[in-house]
């Protein structure tokens, strides 16, 4: 033990910074691109993926807006719209919404807790690898004109063997199995970072508010995704190798895909928006100076929404006829929501009204999600209640609603909180001024090209139509929201272009130039591959904010790479653990993964086949190199 070196009095400064990054830089060049377990790595990775998927999903919805400007156009054909709102739909809600909602927490997490790395590096930089040939399938299908073309909900029996041949339903399949094992495992790493890599004194009680959404969202992924998952395997099983549990010609039944598809796609709603509602926590703490409002009131309406959105799922099957005890149940459930949403919002506004708000960019995008969320909040109730859902069902007012919800409830926070941390991310400040010409332009454009669906869907236009004819009514309404979309695609150029400036300049912010108290904040920006040279020590909500230095507990070695795991309650240190190194295991895994899912596309055999390979790369990956030597913590 003595001849280990370790931080401490006699290990400090220019020296212990030079050997933490030796033990922690990953390797130069290509090779150490490939074989990083770094969580910051892999979370720009996942941030810089979802955001240019966020681009391509936005840019069929600008398409689609084209094509329903005018009646009767024929700018694009009836198959290809079909294809261009499946893509839509299934890129922003698979492939965008809830993997950057995790990506954002991969970075963050580590840092907020006060720890060295996110649980499971190598299974981190799995998943990305494995969400990365998940989108790759997806899109180069699109490309080559074999994109899928049922929907993003793919209901049976329409995206059965009997109405859609072909390999566009299989390819949408297996790419919801790419995004699922993605998204579970990053789940797992953040549920174990969170319960047992925070920082000493930081108790479950003195959480930041954010650290709670994501805990909450990841019980909420593991729970919910595998419905999903298991919805998506017996599609395929029915379309490769005719089973039949959506057939009910074969005692199979239609409705069981809605049951397991809605189960998992409506708390995937509160997946969505739950992280958004932690980055509304910290912006709206920061850029008032001071705590957030009922902390404990704000924690609580967490977790009650995370329990009640797994009671909700059939508020979308009220069309398909229920018993009258289901109507009542649900309906009770979906408008039950409402009330810890509502605290939520009552806390924000008093934090905002009992402190000195600075209404810098961040907090500007916590302003529209209030409002906007508050429109969604109240056009969710009203679907909620059967007799306006069976009036309202498949038109416009629910494409309005959902829009509302997710853009508001989901988008805005994630504009607001990457524009907050992103000096945390690069080490540079976004243009105010840039800054705040986007935000006005996304929020107005965004209003004014949502509200009027409102109405469109009440004159009867239904959604998922290509063109609709003249004389309905719905050609001004049309018009304004296609012309309001683009005034949403300028914001977004300004965000992006203030973005690339942004990066062209050398780095110049400080480790807290918002004067934030979270722990990420007490990091360099952006942080270095070891994050803290000493593990902090947390005596309160706001470390930052109190008195005096920070706290640090020493003792971790530094020629290698060593965690603190404490207790799941109290925070208490427990022991020393190392922390993986760098490996291509990962990747190659993934590799082998991806060929076996695409393969059983073509063939049951690559599923035999293909889990040769996969084996070798779990085996390898997995095979103990060196025992675990957990050690006490004794200081």
């Not at 998943?127 to 929907?151: E, I, Q």
């Not at 009203?382 to 959902?402: E, G, K, N």
């Not at 309404?477 to 300004?494: D, E, K, P, R």
């Amino acid at each position: 033990m003595s001849d280990v070196a370790r931080d401490g009095e006699a290990l400090q400064g220019a020296e212990l910074e030079a050997r933490l990054h030796r033990t922690w830089s990953r390797a130069p060049g290509l090779w150490g691109w490939l074989t990083t377990v770094d969580h910051k790595d892999i979370g720009r990775r996942y941030i810089y993926t979802a955001m240019t998927l966020l681009i391509l999903g936005g840019a069929l919805a600008a398409a689609m807006r084209l094509q329903l400007a005018t009646p009767e156009s024929g700018l694009i054909s009836a198959a290809r719209y079909n294809q261009i709102f499946t893509m839509h739909g299934t890129t922003m809600m698979f492939l965008f919404a809830v993997p950057v909602m995790e990506a954002v927490a991969i970075y963050i997490i580590p840092l907020m807790v006060g720890t060295r790395n996110i649980a499971f590096p190598r299974l981190n930089a799995f998943s990305y690898w494995t969400y990365l040939f998940g989108a790759l399938l997806l899109w180069v299908a699109f490309a080559l004109n074999v994109g899928p073309d049922a929907g993003w909900f793919m209901y049976v029996p329409l995206s059965g063997p009997e109405f859609t041949p072909g390999k566009r339903t299989d390819i949408w399949a297996q790419m919801i199995t790419f995004t699922e094992v993605a998204a579970i495992a990053v789940a797992v790493e953040l549920i174990v970072t969170i319960l047992k890599f925070r920082a000493p004194g930081m108790t479950i009680a003195r959480m930041p508010l954010y650290v709670w959404s994501i805990l909450v969202t990841s019980i909420m992924v593991v729970l919910s995704l595998p419905a999903v998952a298991l919805a998506s395997g017996m599609l395929l099983a029915d379309r490769l190798i005719g089973t039949q549990f959506y057939n009910p010609f074969e005692h199979g039944d239609a409705l069981l895909w809605q049951h397991l598809f809605w189960f998992f796609a409506h708390p995937e709603v509160y997946i969505i928006f739950l992280p958004a509602m932690g980055f509304v926590s910290q912006i709206v703490e920061t850029f008032t100076q001071r705590p957030v409002f009922a902390y404990a009131a704000l924690v609580l309406a967490t977790v009650a929404i995370g329990l009640l959105s797994f009671g909700v799922w059939v508020h979308h099957m009220f069309a398909t006829g229920l018993p009258r005890l289901g109507y009542d149940f649900y309906t009770a459930a979906s408008m039950a929501v409402a009330v810890p949403s509502a605290i939520q919002i009552f806390c924000w506004i008093a934090t905002m009204w009992l402190g000195r708000p600075r209404f810098a960019v961040p907090l500007l995008y916590v302003v529209a999600f209030i409002v906007t969320f508050v429109i969604g909040g109240l056009t969710g109730v009203m679907v909620a209640s059967v007799p306006l859902d069976l009036q309202l069902h498949d038109s416009y007012f629910v494409v309005a609603h959902l829009h509302y919800v997710l853009i508001g409830g989901g988008v805005f926070p994630l504009l607001g909180a990457l524009t907050y941390w992103f000096p945390k991310l690069t080490g540079r400040l976004l243009s105010e001024g840039l800054g705040k010409a986007a935000f006005w332009c996304v929020f107005l454009g965004f209003n004014a090209a949502f509200f009027p669906m409102h109405i469109t869907g009440m004159l009867g236009m239904p959604r998922r139509v290509y063109t609709y004819p003249t004389g309905m009514g719905w050609d001004a309404l049309n018009m304004m929201s296609s012309l309001m979309t683009g005034v949403i695609v300028i914001g977004g150029i300004l965000f992006v272009t203030n973005v690339v400036l942004a990066l062209r300049r050398p780095p110049d912010a400080g480790p807290n130039p918002w004067n934030a108290p979270g722990l990420e904040w007490a990091a360099d920006s952006p942080p270095a591959p070891y994050n803290f040279e000493h593990i902090p020590v947390v005596s309160s909500h706001t470390p930052l904010w109190e008195e005096g230095p920070l706290n640090v507990m020493t003792g971790l070695r530094v020629d290698d790479r060593e965690q603190v795991v404490t207790t799941a309650i109290e925070a208490q240190p427990d022991i020393r653990y190392p922390s993986p190194e760098p490996t291509l295991w990962p990747l190659l895994s993934a590799v082998a993964l991806a060929a076996l899912f695409i393969g059983s596309i073509f063939t049951p055999w690559a599923v035999v086949i293909g889990a040769v390979p996969l084996a070798v790369g779990f085996t390898v990956w997995f095979w103990p190199k060196n025992a675990p030597d957990g050690e006490p913590v004794i200081e």
